[in-house]
T-cell receptor, first 115, second 112 residues
Framework: DAGVIQSPRHEVTEMGQEVTLRCKPI?????LFWYRQTMMRGLELLIY????????DSGMPEDRFSAKMPNASFSTLKIQPSEPRDSAVYFC?????????????FGDGTRLSIL | KNQVEQSPQSLIILEGKNCTLQ??????????LRWYKQDTGRGPVSLTI?????NTKSNGRYTATLDADTKQSSLHITASQLSDSASYIC???????????FGAGTRLTVKP
């Protein structure tokens, strides 16, 4: 039973470069979430989609961050240009039907290091 | 400001012992409270979800309680195992929107 799949697992790049993180949600789930986790700030919700439509992007830190969900089985989170302070673990999660009382299933994250 | 506070920040216990983790919140209006377990290098895994009307929910050796009046929740782990070593994160959602507030987590270490 495939869970949420994220790629790459690790990414190291130099500041100024474009970074693209990818996520495949669990089939049939209609909510998709992007999170960022750091030691200092813990888990933060960046943006979430319902039926491929962005619903709330108020957690996106700045215009350098963008997210898309072109279809029900794929989403990307892009950072352009990247900065050292973007270094974190980025998680994607998906859930079924109503977000409120359904568990979110997380991928294992992408560990991003910006040099 | 809606906040979630967890205590203790870290905890070390011996294998086989019980422990209780705390979560206090000020999120309002309350919708639900979730406990997640996060192993090192992995994504969080849902343990329990409780709504306003639920005051206890169990998942194996994990039992979560909720007091919506005092805005407190606890996660009790019975007969701890080495595999329980992880971070435990409390997440509270507000009703009517998908505003989720995350606690900083409790780092539990179970020693043999």
């Amino acid at each position: 039973d495939a869970g949420v799949i994220q790629s790459p697992r690790h990414e190291v790049t130099e500041m100024g470069q474009e970074v693209t993180l990818r996520c495949k949600p669990i089939s049939g789930h209609d909510y998709l979430f992007w999170y960022r986790q750091t030691m200092m700030r813990g888990l933060e919700l960046l943006i979430y989609f319902n039926n491929n439509v962005p619903i709330d992007d108020s957690g996106m830190p700045e215009d350098r961050f963008s997210a898309k969900m072109p279809n029900a089985s794929f989403s990307t989170l892009k950072i352009q240009p990247s900065e050292p302070r973007d270094s974190a673990v980025y998680f994607c999660a998906s859930s079924f039907r109503s977000n409120s009382n359904q568990p979110q299933h997380f991928g294992d994250g992408t560990r991003l290091s910006i040099l | 400001k809606n906040q979630v506070e967890q205590s203790p920040q870290s905890l070390i216990i011996l294998e086989g012992k019980n422990c209780t983790l705390q979560c206090n919140y000020t999120v309002s209006p309350f919708s639900n409270l979730r406990w997640y377990k996060q192993d090192t290098g992995r994504g969080p895994v849902s343990l329990t979800i409780m709504t306003f009307s639920e005051n206890t929910k169990s998942n194996g050796r994990y039992t979560a309680t909720l007091d919506a009046d005092t805005k407190q929740s606890s996660l009790h782990i019975t007969a701890s195992q080495l595999s329980d070593s992880a971070s435990y994160i409390c997440v509270v959602s507000a009703y009517g929107n998908n505003d989720m507030r995350f606690g900083a987590g409790t780092r539990l270490t179970v020693k043999p």
